[in-house]
Structure formats: structure tokens, C-alpha cells
């Protein structure tokens, strides 16, 4: 059973980003959220930036490349200025960062965005971004940027204080499991694993419905199909075609209790062309045939009306 403690602090960054239209990412330094599994599960959708324009400007391989040296500017800046800070990056997004530090060493940092600021500067970069790749299309940068911006629903003197709270509370994190397992000599991960695992469960989340082969996934990715394939084994436990798999069978599970669409047509809707397969790949997973999982639920439905 997940850990409640990790599962409450999942609970809470998604109550943050839906009440204070906020998005958070927590990037982690020395690798020691994949140490603890279920702070790992629990932290997984907040690794990565992946907003329809940092997925779309990342979907160039030399900007996802300096996405990932923001990490060490982030650093320095961090040790510079001591505290939280504003910042913009630089394909033009704004956001708070709050280092996270543990007995004088930042170990990772909380970012809240993203935040209107100097749009000049904001499409200046955009366009500089736009202009040195051969496929992003500046128009559709600018709007998807426009889309990922938004005034907060909390001043910033509300925000800072639970941002450097949650990171108090991540340090004692990182202290607790020390205390319990080898977190400072198992550093082997980088930020990068955390990217390229957000952006495959994002793109498997945006494309579901339809045919995804390891190939386009690793190539979104930026990176090969058995790296891929080696973090996902190792970070989620299990190989990628399941977690695709499990994608599908979540999403069939609403259309089953909400609609009286033909089984069939529900496994085609979410990606299976064969819905006797998707009928044994459910009872798989849910240990129930999906049949079974309607006549029970819709039941349960019909209860609560």
C-alpha cells in the first residue's frame, strides 16, 4: 500500500494548482525522489515542465537539451540570492523558485508558474527560440504561450510562504530517508529521467486513443527506445506497453460506468482495435471482466442518484 504520508502530499499539489491556477514543478538535484517508490509515484505528474508550449518548444532536441542546463543556472542562482526568487527562462516563461536546502546543500527546488511578465522579453526569446530551429512555428509558440500564462488566484506574499514550507517539508523528507536507506550514496539518477519519463506519460496521456509505438515515443522523448524503455522498468516497475495499457483501461472505465455504449466501441474509442483483447487485457488489470465492471458500478451509480 502507497505511502499515506507521500499520498497526502499528491492530494495537496493538486488542490494548490486547481484552487491557485498554479503550476508546479519540483525538480530534483541529487536524485532522491526515485529512492523512495511511492514518493517517486507520488511526485511523478510534478517532475517536469510539461504545458502544451514547454511540450511543444521541448519537442525541438537542442531546446530540450538547454532546458536541462537550466537546472545548474538554477543552482547558482539559488546559492546567490539565499531564498525564492522570480525568474524567466529562457524560451520566455516566468515563474517563483524555492530551493530546496538541506544542511547547507540544495538538493532540488519547488517552481511555481507561469506568471505574466515582461512580455516583450517573453515573445523576444520566443521568437529567438523559433528562429535557430528548422521545425517550431513562432505563431503557434505564441499560443500556446499565451495559453500556459495566467494571473495566480493568490498573491505572491500568500504563495512564497507555503512554497518554502513545502520545501522545508521536502528537506525532512530527504532526512528521513537517510535515516532509513542510502539516499546520498544511490545519486545515480539525473533531472534528465525525470524529464524524459513526464514527457512519455504525457504524450501517452494526450495520445491514448490512438496507435503509439516506442519509436515515436522515444523519439519525442529524445532519446533511445532501451533507455526508455530501462526507466520506465526501473521508475514505474513495469514495461511500457502496460503503462499504455493501463492508461487505456482507466480512461474505458469512465465510458463504461457513464455511458451504454457497446463494449466494442468503447475499447476502440481508447486505442484497442481488438476488443476481445481489450477485454482480456481489462481483466488483467482489473480482475473483473468489463461486463462485470459496469453491471457492478452503474449499479452503485444508481444507489447513489
Do not use: W
Amino acid at each position: 500500500m502507497p505511502n499515506r504520508r507521500y499520498a497526502k502530499l499528491a492530494a495537496f499539489l493538486a488542490y494548490m494548482e486547481k484552487e491557485y491556477q498554479i503550476q508546479i514543478c519540483i525538480k530534483d538535484y541529487s536524485g532522491f525522489v526515485p529512492v523512495n517508490k511511492d514518493l517517486d509515484e507520488a511526485l511523478q505528474p510534478y517532475l517536469a515542465h510539461t504545458n502544451p508550449f514547454c511540450m511543444y518548444v521541448k519537442s525541438e532536441k537542442e531546446v530540450y537539451r538547454r532546458c536541462l542546463t537550466m537546472i545548474r543556472k538554477m543552482n547558482e542562482r539559488s546559492q546567490r540570492t539565499g531564498g525564492t526568487y522570480f525568474g524567466m527562462c529562457h524560451a520566455g516563461l516566468c515563474e517563483y523558485v524555492t530551493p530546496i536546502v538541506n544542511r547547507g546543500t540544495i538538493i532540488g527546488s519547488i517552481n511555481i508558474g507561469f506568471f505574466p511578465g515582461h512580455e516583450a522579453l517573453s515573445l523576444s526569446r520566443i521568437h529567438h527560440v523559433c528562429r535557430e530551429s528548422e521545425t517550431l512555428n513562432e505563431s503557434t509558440a505564441r499560443a500556446l504561450y499565451r495559453q500556459s500564462i495566467a494571473p495566480p488566484r493568490i498573491s505572491p506574499e500568500s504563495l512564497i510562504p507555503m512554497m518554502e514550507l513545502l520545501a522545508e517539508y521536502l528537506s525532512m523528507t530527504y532526512d528521513s530517508m537517510q535515516d532509513t536507506q542510502d539516499a546520498g550514496g544511490r545519486r545515480h539518477h539525473s533531472s534528465n529521467e525525470d524529464t524524459i519519463l513526464s514527457h512519455a506519460a504525457e504524450y501517452i496521456r494526450q495520445n491514448f486513443t490512438s496507435r503509439i509505438t516506442i519509436a515515436e515515443l522515444a523519439d519525442f522523448c529524445h532519446c533511445s527506445e532501451s533507455h526508455l524503455s530501462h526507466i520506465f522498468k526501473r521508475r514505474i516497475h513495469v514495461s511500457l506497453s502496460t503503462y499504455i495499457n493501463k492508461v487505456r483501461i482507466e480512461a474505458s472505465k469512465t465510458f463504461l460506468v457513464e455511458s451504454d455504449a457497446p463494449i466494442a466501441d468503447i475499447a476502440v474509442s481508447v486505442g484497442f482495435n481488438d476488443p476481445n483483447y481489450y477485454s482480456r487485457v481489462f481483466t488483467g488489470l482489473v480482475s473483473i471482466s468489463p461486463t462485470e465492471y459496469r453491471r457492478r458500478f452503474q449499479k452503485e451509480k444508481g444507489r447513489e442518484a
